[in-house]
C-alpha cells in the first residue's frame, strides 16, 4: 500500500452549490412541485455527504466502497467523492515512553531499561492499512527493539573495551533508532530520535554492582599513584646525585626507594623516623 492523493476541490464551492440546491428544493416545494424538489434535496444530500475540514498536521485516508482511492494531507475545507468513508490520521511528533523493562545483559546481568522514542507518521496508507493499530505496533515493537539492543551490550565494561550500555549512550541510542526504524516502516512511520531514559542493576544485585565498581575505580586509583610514586622516587634519587648532595650504594637506594613508596602510596600518613646518629 503506498500513499498517493486523492481527488478534491475547494469545499466551499460545493457550499454553494448546496446552498443552490436547498434554495430550489424550497422553491419547488412552495411550487408544490414536490418531485422536483424531492430531487433536488437528495442531490443536496448527496454534495453534504462529500464534504471534509482537514486540520493542520493532519491526513484524511479515503476509501470508497472498500477500495482506497487516495489521502488528502492538505488543511482546509475540502469537497471529495460523495458518500466514501475517510478515516483521520495525525501527522503530529509524538513521544512513546516505554515501561521499565527487565532483561539480560550480554553477560547475563539482570539490569533495568526503559528508553523514549520520538515518531511521527510519514505514510497515512500504511499506517492505516498495513498494520492493524500503528500506535500499538509502534508500543511493541519499540520495546522489543528496546530488549534486542540490550541484550546484546553489557551494562559496563570494566576494562573499557567494547560499547557498553552506561558508557556508550550516544552509539547505542542511534543503534536503538536505526532497528526501530526498520521495524517500524512497515506501518509508514519515522523514528526521529530514540533515547535511554532508565538504566540501573536490577535490585537483587545493585550492591554487588556497586562495590564491584568501587573496587574497580580504587583499583584504577592505586595505579596511577604507584606509576607517580616509581615516578617521584625516580626523580628523587636522579636530583640527589646530579647535584652531587650525597652519595648512596645501591643499599641505601633500596631503603630510600622503600621509604619515599610507603609515604606516597600509604592510605595513612606516614610517621617519619629521624635518625641522630649512633652512639657508637
Given at each position: ?58 491526513s484524511k485516508v479515503i476509501t470508497f466502497f472498500g477500495r482506497y482511492i487516495g489521502c488528502v494531507k492538505d488543511a482546509g475545507f475540502w ?202
Amino acid at each position: 500500500m503506498t500513499e498517493h492523493g486523492a481527488w478534491k476541490i475547494n469545499g466551499f464551492l460545493a457550499l454553494l452549490l448546496l446552498i443552490g440546491l436547498i434554495g430550489g428544493a424550497v422553491y419547488f416545494f412552495v411550487a408544490t412541485k414536490f418531485v422536483l424538489g424531492g430531487v433536488l434535496i437528495f442531490l443536496a444530500l448527496v454534495v453534504s455527504a462529500g464534504i471534509i475540514i482537514v486540520q493542520p498536521n493532519q491526513s484524511k485516508v479515503i476509501t470508497f466502497f472498500g477500495r482506497y482511492i487516495g489521502c488528502v494531507k492538505d488543511a482546509g475545507f475540502w469537497f471529495i467523492i460523495p458518500f466514501s468513508l475517510h478515516k483521520k490520521v495525525s501527522l503530529r511528533v509524538r513521544n512513546f515512553n516505554s515501561k521499565t523493562l527487565k532483561v539480560n545483559d550480554v553477560d547475563g546481568n539482570p539490569i533495568e531499561i526503559a528508553a523514549v522514542v520520538v515518531f511521527k507518521v510519514i505514510d497515512s496508507a500504511k499506517a492505516i492499512f498495513d498494520v492493524d493499530d500503528y500506535e500499538k505496533f509502534v508500543e511493541i515493537q519499540s520495546e522489543t527493539a528496546l530488549r534486542h539492543v540490550a541484550t546484546r551490550y553489557p551494562y559496563d565494561t570494566f576494562q573499557n573495551k567494547g560499547y557498553s550500555l552506561r558508557g556508550n549512550a550516544e552509539e547505542i541510542a542511534q543503534e536503538l533508532a536505526r532497528e526501530l526504524q526498520e521495524r517500524l516502516s512497515v506501518a509508514g512511520v519515522e523514528v526521529l530520535e530514540a533515547r535511554l531514559t532508565h538504566l540501573a542493576y536490577a535490585t537483587e544485585i545493585a550492591s554487588a554492582m556497586l562495590q564491584r565498581q568501587q573496587a574497580s575505580a580504587i583499583l584504577a586509583a592505586r595505579q596511577i599513584i604507584v606509576e607517580g610514586a616509581v615516578s617521584m622516587a625516580q626523580m628523587a634519587i636522579s636530583q640527589l646525585e646530579k647535584d652531587g648532595v650525597v652519595e648512596l650504594d645501591e643499599e641505601r637506594k633500596m631503603a630510600m626507594i622503600n621509604n619515599l613508596m610507603v609515604a606516597i602510596v600509604s592510605d595513612r600518613a606516614a610517621q617519619p623516623i629521624i635518625n641522630t646518629g649512633s652512639l657508637y
